[in-house]
Each structure stands twice: as C-alpha cells, then as structure tokens.
C-alpha cells in the first residue's frame, strides 16, 4: 500500500516527509523517494532508493539539499520493478513537474502512446510517470491551472490520490483524490497532505478529509479546493483528535511478523474492552435491535490476510452463533451479480482501511442501499 506525504510551510519539509513516511511504514513498502523545491536554486531536487527508508535517509544525507515545500512517497511495486527509477517521485521531461502517486491509471498505456506521439520521453516503467508528463503537455497549452486539472482529471481513468509540485507556482503543493483516501492537516508552521493521517498526527491542530473526486491547491496559510466540475468547495476542517505513540517494530524484522506475535494479546484486550464496554458497543454499529435480531446470515469482505480473518470468523459465527456465514474476496465479488439484502450484514475488514478493491465493494454495497459495516486497523480511515 503506497503512502503520500507532503508538507509546504515556513519550514524546511525534508525532515518533516520523512518522519511522515517512517509513520506509515506499516503499509509495506520496497522503494522510497523524496523531492522538494529547493529553498536556494529554486529547483525541484529529488533524492530516490528502492528498498527500505534507511537507504532513502543515507542517500538524502549524499545530497543535502531542502525546502519548504516537498513530498515524498513509498511504493509497492505494481508497474515496473522494485528500482530506484520506478521509485517516486516522478517528473516531467522538463524535470519541473515532481509527482507522487497512490492508486492505477487504469488507461496509462493509452496515454503513454498519445504522449509519444508529442515527442515525450519516460525514465520509467511506471504508471505514474504518464501523469506528469500529460500535466506537462495540458500546461503548456492552457495556463489556467485549475482549467489544466480539470482536464487533467477528465483524462485519467482509475484511482489516484496525488500530490504534486510545479516550478511554476513555487508556494503550491497540488492534491488530487479519486477513489482513493488523501487529507489536508493544518498546523502553525504550514499545511499537510497525507494519504493517512497518522503521517503528522500530533502535528496539527486541524485536519480535512478530502472528498471523493477532488482536487486542491494547498499553500501555507490556505487550501482552494473544487470539484471535478470545477465548483469551488468549502474545507470543514476539523480538530484532530488523533494521537501519535511511537509504533516502532519492537526488535521484529518488519510489521507484519510484529503483529503476527501480538495478536495473542490483543485478541485478549479486544475482549476485555467489548466486556467493559457492555451493550454500548452495539450502539456504535449503525443497525438497530430488530436487525441485529432478525440476521440469518453474515458476508465477510477481504483481501490477503483480512480475507482470512474472515474466513476464521466464518468459523467461529457458525459454531458459537449457528448463523450462515461465508466470506469472500473483495476483488471477485465485486463482479458477482447475485447478492442478499434481507437479513444479511455485509461486514468489510481492512488492515490498513483504504484497500482499494474493498472500497470499492462497501461503495457499490451502499449504493444499493444493503446494510454494511466495517472492521479496520485505522480509526481515521
């Protein structure tokens, strides 16, 4: 799972982004990057590295540039190999466009093509890159730059939460979401953009979840955000209540062998709280007594690791609750055309709360109006 962190503010981002990334390395992750407009030429400087954060960091203290505005990334190889080329950020053939992306282009080798057509050449395997270089080709010919993002965003098919710095406006970070979470945090010293807000909680004082088909222009002291449409749209931010306790890997060779050996423990601690917490708990679940009551049968929803949860709580449903259960890969049933509304609970698990294809069966799931909750790792999912 890719993260995005950006910062532009009236400090330098560099040490900022990285402790941002190093936040969210939970996610897994195989390469790293960093870029920023630099704060003595004016240029954007790039610092990339496949493997872990460390390489990254060594690499960064090779090239001791920063600014006040920058972004950076890591990645889980989907285009191209797991290389310091394929790594974000991507740029432009001018190398004044530097970009960083979560999510598919779902139609990036027809853009690639149409690009090629126009003399652009690509450093990577990416489907990212073609995203910079059509910014690249739609600002040299309209220089309004929210009619460039609306075209932009008329072209690009898929999922994409991104940020993005232009040369052209030195005190903009620009942030785009479709399909796929991003949020703006803000503090005395500047704005946020993350992918999760874990990235800077503690940091901020307020932070703003974008919306669905959005994009913004973030400087340090304001956030203009409109809609696909072009519509200007209104920031209700909001305290952040999140806090930050350092979640380090506690000597574990990465994460998922650390929550491999703790979940012993907080199987045992989940239960402690549902028995303190009584009847309350089923308050905060959005069905009423009757449904709850009436339920035949219960689908659970997951890919990977959160699939097989699923499949152990079929297990358990059946033989302590004697309801139906099954569960399902979100990937496939999302495709499947025969599904229950009456008595049934639809329940989505997600490790990292911003699984791309579970979303989008809890989307589809609540567009038909079928009673949907959730099981996350992440409260501000």
Request: aromatic letters at 10%; proline letters at 2%.
């Amino acid at each position: 799972m890719c993260s995005v962190v950006g910062y532009v503010g009236s400090t330098l981002s560099r040490s900022k982004i990285v402790r941002g990334l190093e936040r969210l390395e939970y996610r897994g992750y195989d390469s790293a990057g960093f870029a920023c407009l630099n704060s003595t030429t004016n240029q954007i400087d790039h610092v990339k590295a496949a493997g872990g954060l460390d390489k990254l960091v060594s690499k960064c203290s090779e090239f001791p540039f920063d600014g006040f505005l920058g972004i950076g990334h890591t990645r889980w190889s989907t285009h191209g190999a797991s290389t310091a080329e394929n790594a974000h950020p991507h740029f432009d053939c001018q190398k004044t466009i530097a970009l960083v992306h979560n999510g598919i282009i779902e139609n990036h080798r027809e853009l690639k093509s149409e690009l090629e057509l126009h003399d652009h050449a690509f450093a990577s395997d990416t489907d990212t890159e073609i995203i910079a270089h059509l910014l690249e080709q739609i600002s040299a010919q309209e220089k309004n730059i929210v009619q460039v993002l609306l075209l932009l965003v008329n072209k690009l098919e898929g999922a994409y939460a991104l940020a993005a710095l232009l040369s052209a406006y030195p005190d903009t970070i620009i942030a785009i979401r479709k399909r796929s979470p991003l949020c703006i945090g803000k503090a005395e010293d500047g704005m946020y953009v993350a992918s999760d807000e874990l990235a800077f909680a503690g940091h901020i004082e307020e932070v703003f979840f974008m919306p669905d088909e959005s994009f913004a222009l973030i400087s340090k002291n304001t956030v203009d955000l409109y809609d696909f449409k072009g519509n200007l749209l209104v920031c209700n931010f909001r305290k952040s209540l999140l806090e930050w306790s350092s979640n380090t890997k506690q000597g574990y060779e990465h994460y998922m062998l650390k929550e491999i050996y703790e979940q012993k423990a907080i199987l045992l601690k989940t239960v402690d709280l549902l028995k303190k917490s009584g009847d309350a708990f089923f308050d905060t679940l959005g069905l009423s007594d009757k449904q709850i009551q009436d339920l035949e049968s219960v689908v659970f929803i997951g890919c990977g690791t959160s699939y097989n949860a699923g499949r152990i709580a079929q297990f358990f449903f059946d033989s302590l609750c004697s309801i139906r259960c099954e569960a399902v890969l979100a990937s496939e049933y999302r495709s499947m055309n025969y599904r229950e509304k009456e008595r049934v609970l639809y329940m989505a698990i997600s490790q990292s709360g911003e699984t791309a294809d579970t979303l989008e069966v809890i989307r589809l799931l609540k567009k038909l109006h079928f009673p949907v909750t959730t099981l996350t790792n992440v409260a501000s999912s």
